[in-house]
């Protein structure tokens, strides 16, 4: 039985070695563009598709990650992001099957018999059971914009000019106007913004929060740390960092940076969890006495997260902390990573 790395090796030249354009992905073997035509005698015919392929260490034994690079209408496919339900290829993958399987049988099925009962795009699976006819125009539509043979370097992070190289659910983010971003204007996949809390003990701080994106997003979760100190227990007090479990355990790529600061971490401030701690004072004290676990928190936001006076941040603080210490174990920021100061 060959190694799972040989059959690596030997999976992607079969692909390269077929008649479907294939572009790896910084010159590896691990991440893949492939052109997809849609299958003949589906709505999807004559659209063309990149889609970017992602092997797992386990492969062949782990199904690869697919998703859609420029915009289709199907009920499994998420619209914005591009990502595939995963019970399209998981429930049925098995190391017998390989990547011209994914493209000459997974991709074609997903196309020819999409399953609108267990939907990523609710509009699609919607308008599907209700008007197949309209369904299927729209299809075609979508096709044409975003999938036209020849014209496909319109993708998902570069189809609209005012945003360009900037992935749509990023984009949605950059422009929502709860939030002020301090951008470091050169690598989007490191920048910082404030939030504040309506309720609880934290109401009333401000902090600023250092998020980056991992290549693989949206499949995998942006990492994140508090850039000024905070007093909670999944919060380690001098990095910022967060405990991964908040995030990791329930992330999905149908999530966006969005639900990141409107759900997982008004909730993590709402509801600390003192029995997985990274900050283990503060777990205590909020066991122990809750009342001056909460008085602490409000010293704090008073001394360190005052609106409009944030500009002293645990990196400022801490020089000794660097930049690859986030989320996984510390982060903070250095002065070249931000290309100007925000004013809350």
Not at 4 to 26: A, C, Q, T
Not at 135 to 144: A, D, R
Not at 182 to 191: A, E, F, K
Not at 265 to 286: F, H, K
């Amino acid at each position: 039985m060959s190694s799972p790395s040989k059959r690596r090796e030997m999976d992607v030249m079969k692909l390269m070695m077929s008649d479907y354009v294939v572009e790896p992905i910084n010159d590896g073997i691990n991440e893949l563009n492939v052109e997809f035509n849609g299958p003949k005698e589906s709505p999807y015919e004559g659209g063309v598709w990149k889609i970017r392929v992602e092997l797992p260490d386990a492969y062949p034994y782990k199904s690869p990650s697919i998703g859609f690079l420029n915009r289709i209408f199907h009920p499994n496919v998420d619209e914005l992001s591009g990502s595939v339900c995963l019970d399209v290829i998981n429930q049925s993958w098995s190391p017998m099957f390989d990547l011209l399987n994914v493209f000459e049988v997974f991709l074609p099925q997903l196309l020819l018999y999409p399953n609108p009962s267990d939907p990523l795009n609710g509009d699609a699976a919607s308008l599907m059971i209700k008007d197949k006819e309209q369904y299927e125009k729209k299809v075609k539509e979508y096709c044409e914009l975003y999938a036209k043979k020849g014209d496909i370097s319109g993708t998902l992070s570069d189809s609209e000019d005012d945003h360009k190289g900037v992935d749509p659910k990023l984009y949605n983010f950059l422009t929502c106007n709860s939030y002020l971003l301090d951008l470091h204007l050169r690598v989007l996949h490191n920048y910082k913004y404030c939030i504040t809390l309506a309720t609880g003990p934290y109401e009333g701080g401000v902090w600023k929060i250092r998020v980056e994106l991992p290549d693989a997003y949206p499949y995998k979760s942006p990492s994140i740390g508090f850039l000024n100190r905070i007093f909670h227990p999944n919060v380690d007090e001098l990095s910022g960092s967060v405990c991964l479990d908040v995030i990791n355990q329930s992330w999905s790529p149908m999530f966006d940076l969005l639900n990141v600061f409107e759900v997982f971490l008004p909730q993590l401030l709402l509801y600390p969890n003192p029995s997985d701690p990274l900050n283990g004072d503060a777990a205590s004290l909020m066991i122990k006495d809750k009342e001056q676990y909460e008085k602490k928190v409000k010293e704090y936001c008073e001394l360190y997260a005052k609106k409009g006076d944030i500009s002293g941040t645990v990196s400022d603080s801490e020089d000794d902390v660097s930049d690859d210490d986030i989320s996984d174990g510390r982060s903070e920021s250095s002065e070249e990573d931000v290309a100007a100061s925000a004013d809350p």
